[in-house]
């Protein structure tokens, strides 16, 4: 395990910050861009015919 | 067709929404890779090769996520600038698209400078906050990137809240050379520049690298995020047209 000294929790508190916002970033840009996308290929199906009546 | 006849310059074409999405699904996974990539060694450099600051102590970990995010929270807002402009002067269709897509991910950026540079403060300067230049000014462009956020979503039609927010990018964009030269017009606890400075970065090398490369790993990040993000708002506004055209038909339907 690394010491990083007396100030070891705020260096962790940072980087746990940082990952938690890049992290929520990432998710989020991802699931809309699935949630989206399901939408379209649902609406492209019923307008072409081709989806569930 | 005439022979002679020249291909439109690839900012023209990427106007066509088919042509963005085939260049953007043909570089997110090369971009992909090169984001992890960058992350590793950038990290490996920050926690194995980098020293203790010898004022700083290990303190200076946190450098290595905070400066970055400080150049990206400046940098996507100069490109947001950059697209306003895209916007309002040369009205293409895709400007709008990536500034509505960037806005979220600059406020991300300048939230996490804002965050970790309280964990270093407090150890460092004895305080979470101090309202001096530099930490007042990146406060007001986060306010700015959430009243830009929130603009978007207040406007429904597209093209309206477009120029809406356009112009309030630009006039947010005079904060930009306020955070960039803050601490030099005042005096303020926070340090200067000493990485993109004249005469170049007073950091060393032994810092510097891991610094740069996690600077290259958040912007690599940032760009993958934003064409993603454009990928999904371009398919928000198809789906928007079809519903649109669905209920035309509907009502035309209902008329007979």
New interface residues.
């Given amino acids: 395990m ?1 010491d ?5 929790g ?2 962790a ?3 746990a ?2 990952a938690l ?2 992290g ?3 998710v ?3 699931l ?2 699935r949630a ?2 399901r ?2 290929a649902d ?2 199906a019923r ?1 072409t015919g081709t989806g569930p009546s | 067709m005439d022979g002679t006849s020249q291909k439109p310059a690839l900012w023209m074409r990427l106007a066509n929404p088919a042509v963005f999405n085939a260049l953007a699904n043909r570089v997110l996974l090369p971009l992909a890779v090169l984001t992890l990539a960058a992350f590793a060694y950038g990290l490996y450099g920050a ?1 194995a090769t980098s020293p ?1 600051d010898y004022q700083q ?3 200076v ?2 450098m290595y ?2 400066v970055p ?1 400080a150049w990206l929270s400046l940098f996507v807002y100069a490109g947001m600038a950059a697209s306003a402009l895209g916007t309002l002067v040369f009205r293409h269709p895709v400007a709008d698209v990536a500034q509505k897509a960037a806005a ?2 600059g406020a ?1 950026f300048t ?2 400078c804002l ?2 540079g309280s ?2 403060g ?2 460092m300067w004895g305080t979470w906050w101090e309202w001096d230049a530099r930490l007042t000014s990146v406060l007001i462009l986060f306010l700015i990137y959430l009243g830009i956020i929130a603009l978007w979503r207040a406007i429904d039609e597209p093209q309206r809240a477009a120029r809406a927010v356009a112009i309030m990018t630009l006039v947010g964009a005079v904060n930009l050379p306020i955070i960039k030269f803050s601490v030099d017009w005042w005096y303020t606890l926070h340090q200067p520049a000493s990485v993109f400075r004249m005469g170049g970065p007073t950091i060393h090398k032994s810092m510097l690298t891991p610094l740069l490369w996690m600077g290259l790993a958040y912007l690599l ?1 940032y760009l993958c ?1 934003l064409l ?2 454009m ?2 708002e371009l ?2 506004r ?2 928007e047209r ?2 649109i055209l ?1 209920a035309d038909r509907q009502a035309a339907g209902g008329g007979r």
């Fill in positions: 690394i990083f000294g007396p100030h070891g705020y260096i508190a940072s980087y910050v940082a916002i890049l929520w970033m990432l989020s840009t991802l809309a861009n989206t996308a939408r379209l609406l492209e307008r | 926690f203790a102590g290990e303190t970990r946190i996520i905070h995010a979220p991910l991300g939230l996490i965050i970790t964990f270093w407090k150890p990040l995020l993603v993000r990928k999904t398919m928000a198809r789906i079809l519903q669905a």
